[in-house]
């Protein structure tokens, strides 16, 4: 069974560094294929992809916000790790980390399952 | 990056009915759509991927169809536990972008 969840503080303030941790059991991160995904949802919003991290290291960030990104992996630890700097009071979200599912010789995959989100509030 | 709209933005719906929620890409991603369920308070779960598949676990009445830029969720027979907000996401290309959602009422 494939866990995953989601560690950090609940509260920051404007201008400082977020850091998020994903802690998941159940599945290897160097498994050929195998990817974490981060993604958050502002209150009453829709979801808005992050970042990914593979199996091999690549990584992927949302264009948008790849300047305040950094996703890195500790494979001993069984854990993904997301920064984000500069923190504003927008980025009051829902952060979710999420397992990628692809189909074997494929590019089909998708995000699943998904950790139980934490909620990140920005504010001084 | 590749907008991905999602009609309607709401919709109510009495139990037994058939439903189609759609989702249109601003370019081609071929088959590369999965479909997601969020109930309140919860994490999203996947319920169709690759645009037709059907997640293992998931009851027979969700079904998805289309490729292209075209793409729609069906729910044949709704039942009171499928009020829920409803996303598309494209795992074509990055950014890895969702639909706005589509939140489902039953009547």
């Known amino acids: 069974q494939i866990t995953l969840k989601e560690s950090g503080p609940t509260l920051v303030k404007p201008t400082q560094t977020l850091t998020l941790t994903c802690t998941f059991s159940?599945?290897?991160?160097?498994?050929?294929?195998?990817?974490v995904g981060w993604i958050r949802q502002p209150p009453g919003k829709a979801l808005e992809w992050l970042a990914l991290?593979?199996?091999?290291?690549?990584?992927r960030y949302s264009p948008s916000l790849k300047s305040r990104l950094t996703i890195t992996k500790d494979t001993p630890k069984d854990q993904v790790v997301l920064t984000m700097t500069n923190m504003d009071p927008v980025d009051t979200a829902t952060y979710y980390c999420?397992?990628?599912?692809?189909?074997?010789?494929?590019?089909?995959?998708?995000?699943?399952?998904w950790g139980q989100g934490t909620l990140v509030t920005v504010s001084s | 990056d590749i907008q991905m709209t999602q009609s309607p933005s709401s919709l109510s719906a009495s139990v037994g009915d058939r439903v189609t929620i759609t989702c249109r890409a601003s370019?081609?991603?071929?088959?590369?759509l999965n479909w997601y369920q969020q109930k309140p308070g919860k994490a999203p779960k996947v319920l169709i991927y690759?645009?037709?598949s059907l997640q293992s676990g998931v009851p027979s009445r969700f079904s998805g169809s289309g490729s292209g830029t075209d793409f729609t969720l069906t729910i044949s027979g709704l039942q009171p536990e499928d009020s829920a907000t409803y996303y598309c996401?494209?795992?074509?290309?990055?950014?890895?972008?969702f639909g706005q959602g589509t939140k489902l009422e039953i009547k």
């Open positions: 159940g599945f290897s991160i160097t498994t050929s294929g195998v990817g």
């Open positions: 370019q081609s991603i071929s088959s590369y």
């Open positions: 996401q494209q795992s074509y290309g990055t950014p890895y972008t």
């Open positions: 690759g645009a037709s």
């Open positions: 991290i593979y199996w091999d290291d690549d990584k």
């Open positions: 999420a397992h990628r599912v692809v189909v074997a010789g494929t590019n089909v995959w998708w995000f699943d399952p």
